[in-house]
C-alpha cells in the first residue's frame, strides 16, 4: 500500500488544484485573477500554469495514474483516490461539531453541516 499520497481535501473550484490546508487554497485562489496563458485545445478552458492544463487534459485524454492498491480503481487525481481508499479502510476523519455524525470526505461534511 503507497502511503506517499498527502492528503489535500481543500480544493480549488477553478482548477481542482487540492491543498492541505484552507488558508493555502485562499492564497491560491488569488493566482486566478490575470493572465491564463495555457489554453487546453480541446475545450478552450485556460489555465495559468502548465501543471493545471496538463492534469485537466486527462479529462480529455481519460488518463488516470492513481490507481487503489485494495481494487484496482484508477483515478485521476491523488486526492479523489486518498478519499476513495476510504471505503475501504472506513476511515472518517471528518467530525461534525454539532452531532457525532463523521464522513470520509469534507465535502460530505459540509453537506451533512446544510441540515442542522
Request: net charge positive; aromatic share 8%; glycine share 6%.
Amino acid at each position: 500500500r503507497k502511503k506517499h499520497l498527502v492528503e489535500k481535501p481543500h480544493q480549488c473550484a477553478d482548477c481542482g488544484m487540492g491543498f492541505t490546508v484552507h488558508s493555502a487554497l485562499l492564497l491560491h485562489q488569488k493566482s486566478h485573477v490575470g493572465s491564463r496563458p495555457y489554453v487546453c485545445y480541446d475545450c478552450g478552458k485556460a489555465f495559468r500554469e502548465n501543471t493545471t492544463l496538463r492534469r485537466h487534459q486527462r479529462i480529455h485524454t481519460g488518463e488516470k495514474p492513481y490507481r487503489c492498491s485494495y481494487c484496482e480503481k484508477s483515478f485521476r487525481a491523488s486526492s479523489t483516490l486518498i478519499i476513495h481508499q476510504r471505503i475501504h479502510t472506513g476511515e472518517k476523519p471528518y467530525k461534525c461539531t454539532k452531532c457525532t455524525k463523521c464522513f470520509m470526505s469534507s465535502s460530505s461534511l459540509v453537506k451533512h453541516l446544510r441540515t442542522h
